[in-house]
Nanobody, 119 residues
Framework: QVQLVESGGGWVQAGGSLRLSCAASRSFLTINFMGWYRQAPGKQRELVADITRGGSINYADSVKGRFTISRDIAKNTVNLQMNSLKYEDTAVYYC?????????????WGQGTQVTVSS
């Protein structure tokens, strides 16, 4: 069982920055995959960034160079630093955890946090 709680969403003008945080209820040593997903109105849910237990990181092409995923192992927290935000980044952002390796799709999800970017 993994509980995930996101925070840090809000409203920002295009070009601005936000930092999202996800607090997990158990050690990252027991979680093989942590990811940030987002879902915008009228669009499918998409994976924007992820980090594995071993520290490998991936980004969606749309956010490369602008978003940075990181983790604080001691605090069981995953962060998503979002810079140079664009209107199209507007979405509900979800933290997710996958206990399997290879990942099978997240088994646990946070409640979501709204990010709204105005132009």
């Amino acid at each position: 069982q993994v509980q995930l709680v996101e925070s840090g969403g809000g409203w920002v003008q295009a070009g601005g920055s936000l930092r999202l945080s996800c607090a997990a209820s158990r050690s990252f040593l027991t979680i093989n995959f942590m990811g940030w997903y987002r879902q915008a109105p009228g669009k499918q849910r998409e994976l924007v960034a992820d980090i594995t237990r071993g520290g490998s990181i991936n980004y969606a092409d749309s956010v490369k160079g602008r978003f940075t995923i990181s983790r604080d192992i001691a605090k069981n927290t995953v962060n998503l630093q979002m810079n140079s935000l664009k209107y199209e980044d507007t979405a509900v952002y979800y933290c997710a955890a996958d206990l399997f390796w290879p990942p099978r799709g997240p088994q646990y999800w946070g409640q979501g946090t709204q990010v709204t970017v105005s132009s």
